[in-house]
């Protein structure tokens, strides 16, 4: 893919554009949650102070948490915090939310890389050979598995596979990230697979692999069934262009004609599937990482709402809204590499 | 008479009226579509001959199956739905009918070329001029088995091609994208590519439709000029008698799938014998005559699903009689070159 494009000056206007449209979505998504954690029915103040604290104290605990200024104030002053990469305490824990997230992001973002990329890597050859053998058996079994993807629910398709893989065939860990008995290593980036590579450690990156594997499937499916689907039926359209029948009739070859000439038109409308479907699926992790017991931000925002302590789901939210908004950001830049009219425009 | 004793009368009128030898010959050749509602009987024993470096008009209504006839050539109707069911489209002495798509391949670009359309459809849109091209020319030598040029080479000759059509900057032009072309490049660029193989024959299908009046006659002048610098066989396909006048010495006019009349354009034109020939040169307006209004054919093309019993064009014939509605009437001679699918011309 050409990528030399990004420093032409149409593209640097069109690339300043799309920043400054994500600044003020960040804008509007910092204001969401803010709103949120203040509509919220339960008092911080109360939560923070303790379930047997008297009044007094619970005065206290607002004074300190900043709960007792006007709401103007409290909105400043959460801003400024954000900006300096500060997302306040947890009044339940007393933890510094950032650091949570730190903790907890890197195991979530880990298992939609892995997610993503067998969603990836299994739909779009799967969408291309189904359109290429349209309406024969391979096309109505994927077709079967694509409906099933999307209509399974996750958890259900989650214990289904740990009562087989793991209670049954013992191939593989039931939950978590990592046996009891391995000593997580210091993290680089809290990414086991990637820190385990760095660090040359292949019996740690089995390990984790071995963890990953399940809940990556479950929370893949989903999306690898849409974007099969997706890049199937635009690979149908494509294959019958006119610019595939003159390609033919001048003699390129078919196998690039399908994975060249045509995929590529096919993948810009693929590429906006995959762009949504990373969007939601970080949002829509919770469910897998309850099942598989993977202590990622899903976890911990669920953990945290019911306990009423609503500075981490603030944290979480933000950390998923800003995950959309830079999905967005790739997909657009990635159409721009594709196609060459959108550079031009 | 039978369809294979149309095809032996056929060859010898070849014999007798020209010294050139047999290109392509089209024998009783039936093409059907298979849909949900039926089969569409689109070509109906279309029966054309054409020496080497002879130039063949084909014009028709809309519909009446002139680009299917083309695609027939190189074989890119899509099957299914397309279904061939009978006759031979003899080329360079072989029944390409009877080929496998391997040996397909080798026709295609270096024996048998095609220009199309509508140059901006036919142009991949993602893709730049130079791939498009060096795709093209490598496919060829793959399907020959020959070496494959370098991509460099490949390069070097598809900038060499698009000079030899009359384009400037042909270096600048391979990193172009046809939408920063205009309409009149984009079909000099088609029609380089199908220069591309050194083909022995040119199938253009309307190329100069989709053009400026202004282009049409240079597209027009610059196919002209390379059929005969090149002793190209010319198959052009129009539903613009005018076009076919300028480019071509013999003329062949179709309705509905079969050809109805056949002979040198000189002499079409000044005495047209099928019912239809003169109801489409009726329909021309007269230059030379304002004060002739041009009459257009009563009715319309019948539906293919369910065509008329007998001669196709019965219904919309002022001279059918009851012959004409049983029995379809072959293309046989009624001067030396002169042929007519008619009862009663
Ligand atoms: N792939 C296809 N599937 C089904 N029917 C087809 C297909 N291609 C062509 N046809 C049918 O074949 C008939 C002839 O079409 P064709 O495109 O050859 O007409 P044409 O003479 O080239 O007309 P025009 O002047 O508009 O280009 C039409 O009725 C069309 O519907
Ligand atoms: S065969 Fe009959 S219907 Fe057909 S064109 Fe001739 S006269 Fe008309
Ligand atoms: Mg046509």
Known sequence: ?345 | MSPGSDGRSADTRGELNRPRETLLAITDYRLAFDSFDGTAQVLDGVSLQLAAGETLGIVGETGCGKSVLARSLLRLNPAPPARVVSGSIQFEGTDILTLSEREMRRLRGRRIAMVFQDPVSYLNPLLAIGPQMTDALRGQHAAAREAQPSRAEARARAAALLASVGLAEPERLLASHPHQLSGGMRQRVLIAMALAGNPALLVADEPTTALDVTVQAQVLALIAGLVRDRGLALLLISHDLGVIAASCARVAVMYAGTIVEEAATATLLRGPRHPYAQGLLAAVPDLDRPDHRPRGIAGSIPNLLRPPPGCRFHPRCALATERCRVEKPLLRQVAPGHNVACHHA
């Open chain 1, 1 to 345: 893919m050409n990528l030399t494009f990004l420093f032409d000056r149409v593209m640097v206007a069109y690339v300043a554009r799309r920043l400054a449209l994500a600044g003020v979505m960040l804008f509007g998504l910092v204001c969401l949650t803010f709103v949120i954690a203040n509509v919220a029915p339960s008092d911080p103040a109360a939560l923070a102070a303790g379930p047997d604290a008297g009044h007094s104290q619970i005065e206290q605990a607002r004074r300190e948490y900043g709960l007792d200024k006007p709401l103007p104030e409290q909105f400043l002053r959460y801003v400024g915090d954000l900006a300096q990469g500060e997302f306040g305490r947890s009044v339940a824990t007393g933890r510094s939310v950032g650091r949570d997230l730190a903790r907890y992001f890197p195991a979530t973002l880990e298992l939609c890389l892995v997610a993503m990329s067998i969603g990836l890597l299994v739909g779009i050859p799967l969408g291309m050979l189904s359109a290429l053998f349209k309406d024969r058996w391979l096309d109505h079994l994927t077709r079967i598995f694509a409906v099933s993807g999307i209509a399974l629910p996750p958890f259900w398709f989650g214990l289904l596979l740990q009562l087989g893989f793991a209670t049954w065939l013992g191939w593989l860990p039931t939950s978590g990230r990592l046996g009891v008995a391995t000593e997580p290593p210091e993290p680089i980036t809290g990414m086991l697979l990637l820190d385990s590579l760095l660090r040359g450690d292949p019996a740690l990156f089995a390990e984790s692999a071995g963890y990953i594997i399940l809940p990556a499937v479950v929370l893949s499916l989903p999306c690898l069934a849409s974007i099969l689907r997706v890049n199937r039926s635009e690979m149908v359209e494509c294959l019958r262009a006119d610019y595939i029948t003159a390609a033919r009739a001048h003699g390129t070859v078919p196998w690039r004609l399908v994975a060249v000439h045509a995929l590529k038109n096919a993948m810009l409308p693929t590429l906006a599937i995959i762009g949504l479907r990373w969007g939601w699926m970080m949002s829509s992790t919770v469910l897998v990482e309850t099942v598989f017991d993977w202590p990622g931000t899903g976890l911990y925002a669920v953990s945290s709402a019911i306990a009423g302590d609503f500075k981490p789901v603030m944290g979480v939210t933000l950390i998923v809204g800003l995950n959309f908004m830079l999905a967005n950001l790739v997909v657009d830049l990635l159409y721009g590499a594709l196609d060459p009219r959108l550079r031009d425009a």
